[in-house]
């Protein structure tokens, strides 16, 4: 199981496990405060938006062109922003902190 | 001791369920229960035409959210269940089983159904489908799975149709729409974009028959013949109905509630009457950003924000409904993005982008004021009219439609 932690914008620290699909769907399965997922995971919403811990960053990756210019004009935007939804659980990500950008 | 309060929400799918976990979120203690006739775990629909339709997965895969979460939130689900009646002078929702339950704070969140049209024999087609709920894809799935390269007709060219043609392609069958009116999409967007996507859907092998009344459907069993005004004539082993729906406000109605084009309710949700509010698909609401006026919005995110609201109102902290309405669709490769709307415009400029032939955008304009964007492939385009319809910001149109100038907000206004 991989182990991953959000914080929420109030501090709330959760330390949650999963196998499989992506941290969107972990969030929203957790009601994750900030990480709403309401166009389901086609990235078109940027309503899970995250910020990655800077030392995982480069094992998660840079976003594909179009959920960069998702993110582009965000409020939140860092240059360790990533839309939950667009990231894969897998094992690398184990000991993973994530940063949610909205309330 | 006061006993716990109870709201209840008739409709669980985006708003109904969102509303349920925004009341938590917003500090209501009590009870809820989401009442909906759909036996399924509440589900996304939008995948319902695309992903859902051409893929594998059950629909459990979509849930908007996990069984556990709801037992977490102490969320009821009543799930197949149907509500019969409303009784807003007692606060209680009888329901078909016979049972009645009471509530502090009801919502309606009840959506709405397929438009069934009078088409002769379209009651006794076996192999007819409208696509609203998972059980209707499963019948669309199971009907195509009795054989290879099926004739499927769809009857009905706005968005859902269109997404339909697009996975029906996708698992290699023969789609052919069905089109009353003299373009595709014509009630929802202009002709510019209509020829965009008939165009895609030719490319894609689908054929479009446009000013095509459907009058008759013959043969109960496979092929069942769609027949026109025009007297054309079409074989099908499948045909699927996308014309439309007709909003479910009939509870609303008999319990007294103002409906127009929809359950009338304010800026907060509140409906006509007090302890019940309404949201989605069903309600008619104003807009602030569009002059305040009435409209009715098939889309997730008013249902979800209207939830929002809705659950900020009850838990009694002062709210509105402000939010600039956004749109998808996915069909084949082709990513559309719509914010705004576009209805009244009066300038409609298009802006393509340097050496990306697949991407572009249409900006409608009302005067000097931005109304809305279609982007296409160029979520950059959907950002940036975003940004501009919320700060009602004036754009520079020489500068918009000219590709030479990057598509940044500094360099358009």
């Not at chain 2, 199971?142 to 769809?154: D, F, G, I, N, P």
């Amino acid at each position: 199981m991989t182990k991953i932690t959000f914080i929420t914008k109030t501090g709330d620290k959760h330390v949650l496990e999963a196998d499989s699909g992506t941290i969107m769907e972990l969030g929203v399965n957790n009601n994750i405060q900030g990480i709403d997922g309401e166009c389901g995971g086609v990235c078109s919403c940027a309503t899970c938006h995250v910020h990655v811990s800077k030392e995982y960053y480069s094992v998660v990756g840079e976003p594909e062109e179009i959920e960069k210019d998702m993110l582009e004009l965000d409020d939140h935007v860092t240059a360790y922003s990533r839309l939950g939804c667009q990231i894969n659980i897998s094992e690398d990500l184990d000991g993973i902190v994530l940063e949610v950008a909205n309330e | 001791m006061q006993s716990e309060k109870t709201c209840i929400i008739i409709g669980g799918s985006h708003a109904g369920i969102n509303c349920a976990f925004a009341l938590r979120k917003e500090g209501w203690v009590g009870k809820i229960i989401v009442f909906d006739s759909d036996p399924e775990l509440p589900y996304h629909r939008p995948p319902l035409s695309k992903t859902f339709l051409t893929g594998t997965d059950e629909i459990e895969k979509y849930a908007l959210k996990s069984r556990d979460s709801y037992e977490k939130e102490r969320i009821t689900l009543q799930l197949g269940v149907v509500v019969e009646s409303i009784d807003p002078e007692r606060q209680v929702i009888l329901l078909k089983n016979g049972k009645e339950e009471t509530y502090d704070k009801l919502v309606l969140a009840t959506g709405a159904r397929p438009l069934i049209p009078e088409i002769s024999g379209i009651q006794h087609a076996a192999n007819l489908f409208p696509l609203r709920t998972a059980g209707d894809v499963k019948n669309i799935k199971q009907a195509l799975s009795t054989k290879q390269h099926q004739r499927v007709v769809v009857i009905g060219a706005g968005y859902i149709g269109l997404e339909i043609a697009a996975s029906i392609r996708k698992l290699g069958h023969t789609v052919t729409i069905l089109e009353l009116e003299k373009r595709i999409l014509s009630r929802v967007t202009s002709p510019e974009m209509s020829q965009f996507f008939h165009e895609l859907h030719r490319t894609n092998g689908v054929e479009i028959e446009t000013g095509k009344e459907v009058t008759k459907i013959e043969n109960h069993e496979m092929p069942h013949q769609v027949t026109c005004a025009d007297g054309s004539s079409y074989e099908a082993d499948l045909v699927i109905l996308g014309v439309g729906i007709k909003i479910n406000s009939e509870l609303a109605k008999a319990a007294g509630l103002e409906v127009k084009n929809g359950i009338c309710v304010d800026a907060t949700t509140k409906t006509s009457h007090d302890h019940i509010y309404a949201i989605g698909d069903c309600t008619w609401h104003r807009n602030p950003h569009y002059n305040n006026q009435y409209i009715r919005l098939e889309s997730v995110q008013n249902a979800v924000d209207q939830a929002k609201v809705a659950a900020a109102t009850i838990c009694g902290k002062p709210t509105s409904y402000d939010t600039i309405p956004w749109f998808w669709s996915d069909q084949y490769d082709v990513k559309l993005q719509i914010v705004g709307l576009a209805s009244g415009y009066d300038q409609l400029l298009i802006r393509r982008e340097l050496n990306e032939s697949t991407k572009f955008s249409i900006w409608y304009f009302k005067k000097d004021q931005l109304l809305a964007v279609d982007a296409i492939n160029n979520p950059k385009a959907y950002v940036i009219g975003t940004k501009f319809i919320k700060e009602r910001q004036v754009v520079n149109k020489e500068r918009l439609v000219d590709p030479n100038t990057a598509l940044k907000p500094t360099f358009l206004i």
